[in-house]
């Protein structure tokens, strides 16, 4: 298992105020120094694994689908993504969960800074593709508040700190989602993508879930 990098810490001088702020300025920067270190290694870990472990994990997490979150009434929304090419393959799923009835949707980026929106989706449906070639449901697809959301990763931890690719989408989207309505965030990733720490800072949303190919993983402390 690749080792997270832990947050460093700084001693903090009771005065003057300045030093106060000085040294917190210092230890965010740190812990963004080491989120992008940790970044670089995690991209390159998934990057390295082979075709046959890629297919094996899309398989593993169909056969597991949502039922780990059971009960849940068929008018569930789950929001999806479309994966990137490294990662995981999660079109078996959506076809198991649109067999068994829920309403699926995908992201829809609005805005640098804004959280993302969702437009109804289903396996089939034409897609266009938008920023950074990310697939995206058409205009005339309406918009829904998911009340499970997939979320994509490059590492994750057993507290539900998620590593993303540091655009800062789904912790916007998280929280306001979060303050409309009880929502379930599950982070998709491959085993390998586990670490001891994620560094993190007050702005970032912990997962409640992480499905891996070897089983769904309740976050601590939640």
């Known amino acids: 298992m690749m080792v997270g990098l832990v947050p460093a810490t700084r001693p903090l001088a009771v005065t003057p105020a300045v030093g106060l702020y000085a040294a917190h300025v210092n230890q965010v920067d740190d812990i963004l120094a080491q989120k992008r270190t940790l970044r670089a290694q995690a991209t390159a870990r998934r990057g390295a694994l082979e075709a046959r472990v890629r297919a094996a994990a899309a398989a593993a ?126 982070g998709v990733a491959y085993d390998q993508q586990a670490v001891d720490v994620v560094p993190h800072l007050d702005y970032d949303e912990r997962l409640d879930w992480v499905l891996v190919p070897s089983g769904p993983r309740k976050c601590a402390d939640r």
């Not at 056969?63 to 490294?86: E, H, K, Q």
């Not at 959280?115 to 289903?122: D, P």
């Open 61 to 186: 997490l169909a056969r597991t689908g949502l039922a780990f979150l059971a009960p849940r009434p068929r008018a569930t929304i789950v929001s999806a993504f479309a994966p990137l090419p490294d990662e995981l393959r999660l079109w078996p799923l959506l076809r198991r969960l649109a067999r068994e009835r829920y309403q699926l949707a995908m992201p829809v980026m609005r805005g640098k800074g804004d959280a993302l929106m969702f437009r109804a989706w289903k396996p089939g449906d034409a897609m266009d593709r938008r920023v950074w070639g990310i697939a995206e449901p058409r205009a005339d697809h309406p918009e829904l508040d998911p009340d499970i959301l997939l979320v994509p990763l490059l590492a994750f931890d057993a507290r539900g700190f998620r590593l993303g690719y540091g655009g800062g989408y789904y912790d916007r989207t998280l929280r306001a989602l979060r303050a409309k309505k009880p929502i379930v965030a599950v």
